[in-house]
């Protein structure tokens, strides 16, 4: 199997090139690795290659089949509109960063046993922070450590969760686990903060946020992906993620619209996105599959969009609240026109990506008669279209005139979302494409009469209580302020902590600390200097304590002045100054004990 | 700075507003006519996704404005 190129090797290899580069040659060079890499991908035939033995293990760095490659394909799409639309800044360390973990969620997606999967885990949050520091401020660097940290730990769950499955199951094997044995229910955990459960979710919206421009569209399209296909891959059907995504597309929204910053905008709405590819993979049925295998590939596209125009606005006008901006249709028309194609998409306009993958999970949903989950579904589908599909055209491009004047994107990022603003449309007008690489035959028409009136009823009735909440002043007015969210348990947890170790915990330390090593040897060293008469003042001591009662008060007196004047010159005239001879005649008396013992035992032996 | 822009002008936007209360009352009214294949009985309703998402919607900005708000509101440098 020498002749097969794993499909990681090509980004990951070629992203150490990038900083050896310069000007044009490596702007053509960054264009052609995604496509040379698409190239290699698309030649490899379906099946298992790249087999490794490693110890007594089976390393599968080459699994291709319809569900790994609907990820495969997605990500090089990305990887590239990402490159294009960030090739005029000329950041090396970011294009390095973000190649190197391009490769890596390549390198997780097509992996074929846990090992090879968990090395590519832990490179990714590598990548990950590297793309968050590039920033360079202050709240950029606490964010990646934050990030960091969250992540390895999640890592090291999964960790323990592989060892103990291995040890349970005897294999590394990377297929369907399910939720048996202490292991799956590690492993699920892990894969769980990466994609970003409720409660675990805050690493996102803290971090994305505070990436550079181009950071935070790589950012946006691989981590909860990956995540959502290693748990698509080996807990479909498991019920509680139901639950899990449900609650995912649900809790986002709120958040999202209190939001000031643009960005942690459209971060709340990502999690309410996966939301929906997590209840998919929770329901397990084909058709709930295939959703969210198509959801997946959609939401990519369209959250990859509307992260590249407000990158654009940032780009040209530094700023990213709402408070500071407003009226930028003016000077930004076609980056206004793809934010609102990827907003339609998003909100799944009919015509629009979002439409014809969305609805296959609701649809399985209602299969299933799950209410509960239903309404839920739907009503984040008329939240999400509140928050981006409104909020975030509106507040960037429209609502009040910021008085910001500024140039259009630069040309390669216009094409950069001109393409993908395309891509979104071509996909919600002609599904049939996207539907034929899903993992399972697809037998789902979304363009019915009732569905198309039902869901656009749903959209413009949800813009109608924008519109009318707007007008009418009710509607939350933008405040230059922040929103804890569960990132606060650390956060400020961890401020809790510190005291809790600073203050109790380190007086016990301390006070342990003189006991074992202060208090008890002095003691020690004290008794050792004259043993005979520390034993003859605890011998008085004890006296006293036990028969004070029995004594006559003179005795008492006595003793009592007796202790304190052997501790006024206590270890007084220690050392005994004795002459050879008694010396010698103790040395004979052990002699003779000795003698005795021995003729005695001996005697007895016998 | 006098250029005027497509919705400097008043009318422009009464227009957009009308067109997006014409398109509501349009899509009620479509909506009899429209035989539904519905999975759950509430579904058949007339208007009952124009109700739900109109009435979702109002809650979702009530509730985050009046309690979520007040719960997790912070001046910008809480964490430093």
Same mark, same amino acid.
């Given at each position: ?14 992203s150490?090139?990038v ?60 990887a590239?509109?990402t490159i294009?639309y960030g090739?005029?800044m000329?950041k090396d360390n970011e294009f390095m960063a973000g190649l190197f973990y391009a490769g890596c969620a ?17 490179m990714m949050t590598i990548g990950s922070v590297l793309l968050i520091w590039a920033r360079k401020t202050?709240?950029s660097i606490?964010a990646g450590f934050?990030y960091a940290?969250?992540h ?51 690493w996102l919206?803290?971090a994305y946020p505070e990436s550079t421009i181009l950071g935070t569209v790589f950012l946006s399209a691989f981590t ?39 960005r ?12 929906? %590819? ?8 084909? $058709?709930?599959?295939? #959703? ?15 992260f590249?125009?407000?990158g654009?606005? %940032? ?46 999970? %609701? ?13 839920? $579904? ?110 606060? $348990? ?51 001591? %004890? ?64 | ?57 109002? #809650? ?21």
């Open positions: 199997m020498i002749n097969i190129v794993p499909p990681a090797l090509i980004f990951i290899v070629g150490f090139f900083p050896l580069l310069k000007g044009r040659v490596q702007s053509v060079y960054l264009l052609l690795l995604p496509v040379l890499s698409f190239v290699n991908l698309i030649f490899i035939p379906e099946g298992t290659h790249g087999v490794i033995s490693f110890l007594d293990y089976q390393i599968i760095f080459c699994r291709i089949d319809r569900l790994s490659l609907v990820w495969g394909y997605i990500f090089h799409i990305i590239f509109l294009l090739i005029n000329k390549i390198g997780a997606v097509f992996s074929g046993d846990l090992i090879s999967l968990f090395c590519f885990w832990e202050r709240k606490n934050r940290l969250v390895f730990f999640g890592g090291v769950i999964l960790l323990v969760g592989i060892i103990l499955y291995s040890y349970e199951n005897g294999s590394i094997e990377f297929g369907y686990i399910g939720l048996n044995g202490l292991g799956s229910y590690f492993i699920f955990f892990g894969f769980g903060v990466n994609c970003a459960w409720p409660f675990l979710h805050s919206t803290d909860t992906k990956t995540a959502v296909y290693v748990l698509a891959r080996s807990f479909p059907g498991t019920e509680a993620l139901i639950w899990i995504g449900t609650l995912m597309t649900a809790f986002p929204i709120f958040f999202a619209v209190i939001e000031n910053d643009l942690r905008v459209l971060s709340y709405s990502l999690i309410n996105q996966v939301g929906f %590819m997590v209840v998919g993979i929770g329901i397990g049925t084909e $058709l709930s599959i295939n #959703g969210t295998a198509a959801h997946a590939f959609a939401h990519i596209l369209y959250k990859s969009l509307l590249m125009s407000m654009a606005v %940032m780009y040209r006008t530094g700023k990213i609240n709402a408070t500071d901006l407003g009226g930028l249709y003016r000077t930004m028309p076609l980056t206004c026109i793809f934010c609102i194609v990827g907003a339609a998409s998003i909100s799944a306009f009919p015509l629009f990506s979002g439409f014809v993958s969305k609805s296959m999970v %609701m649809s399985a949903a209602a299969d299933k008669h799950l209410i509960i989950t239903w309404f839920t $579904l739907v009503f984040a589908s008329a939240g999400v279209f509140h928050h981006s599909g409104i909020k975030i055209p509106f507040f960037a491009f429209f609502g009040h005139d910021s008085g910001i004047r500024t140039k259009e994107a630069p040309l390669n990022m216009l094409i950069a979302m001109g393409i993908a603003a395309a891509l979104c449309i071509f996909i919600g007008a002609f599904p049939a494409t996207l539907y034929s690489i899903l993992p399972f035959p697809v037998d789902y028409v979304p363009y019915t009469m009732s569905h198309v009136i039902s869901q656009l009823q749903l959209l413009m009735f949800s813009a109608l209580a924008f519109t009318l909440l707007y007008l009418s002043a009710i509607y939350p007015s933008e405040i230059r302020a922040l929103n804890v969210d569960a990132d606060w $348990l650390y956060r400020k947890g961890a401020r809790g902590f510190l005291w809790l170790l600073e203050n109790p915990l380190a007086w016990f330390g301390n006070q342990v600390k003189t006991t074992v090593f202060v208090t008890i040897p002095q003691a020690f060293v004290w008794f050792s200097r004259n043993p005979l008469m520390a034993l003859k003042v605890a011998g008085n001591n %004890m006296a006293i304590a036990l028969f004070e009662e029995s004594f006559t008060k003179e005795k008492v007196e006595r003793i009592r002045t007796r202790i304190a004047e052997v501790l006024t010159d206590y270890p007084g005239d220690a050392i005994r100054y004795s002459h050879v001879g008694t010396t010698v005649i103790w040395v004979m008396g052990f002699l003779l004990a000795y003698l005795i013992i021995y003729i005695v035992s001996g005697r007895i032996a016998l | 700075m006098s250029k005027k822009y497509l919705f400097d002008n008043p009318k422009n936007i009464k227009i957009l507003l009308t067109f997006l209360f014409g398109s509501c009352l349009v899509l009620v009214i479509i909506n009899f006519f429209v035989h539904k294949h519905a999975h759950f009985s509430w579904e058949e309703w007339s208007g009952f996704y124009a109700a739900y998402g109109f009435v979702a919607c109002v #809650g979702l900005v009530l509730a985050a404005k009046f309690i979520l708000r007040k719960i997790v509101k912070r001046s910008e440098d809480y964490y430093d």
